[in-house]
């Protein structure tokens, strides 16, 4: 069985368990209606909701994985 990208519970969807994989998909709706309002980039969209007092935890997880993952992929460029 395989175990979710950041914590160790079982993975549902897209290597995230549950939790991860729920707050992943609210994350990429709400990016949807932010690049709509305020014409922003998926890594400033992200920056922003890591530093909002509102975002919850399973939310700042992904998001501070996600954050880690472009860094790499644009290192690995």
């Given amino acids: 069985m395989l175990n979710?990208?950041?914590c160790s519970r079982p993975v549902k969807e897209e290597g995230y368990c549950k939790e991860h994989w729920k707050a992943?998909?609210?994350?990429?709706e709400k990016f949807k209606i932010w690049q709509k309002a305020?014409?922003?980039?998926?890594m400033s969209y992200l920056v922003n909701i890591s530093k909002n007092s509102l975002t919850g935890e399973w939310a700042k997880e992904v998001v501070k994985y996600?954050?880690?993952d472009?860094?790499?992929n644009?290192?690995?460029?």
């Fill in 70 to 72: 472009e860094r790499r």
């Fill in 38 to 42: 305020l014409e922003v980039s998926w």
């Fill in 74 to 77: 644009v290192k690995e460029k």
């Fill in 4 to 6: 979710c990208k950041i």
């Fill in 66 to 68: 996600l954050i880690e």
């Fill in 24 to 28: 992943y998909q609210n994350i990429c």
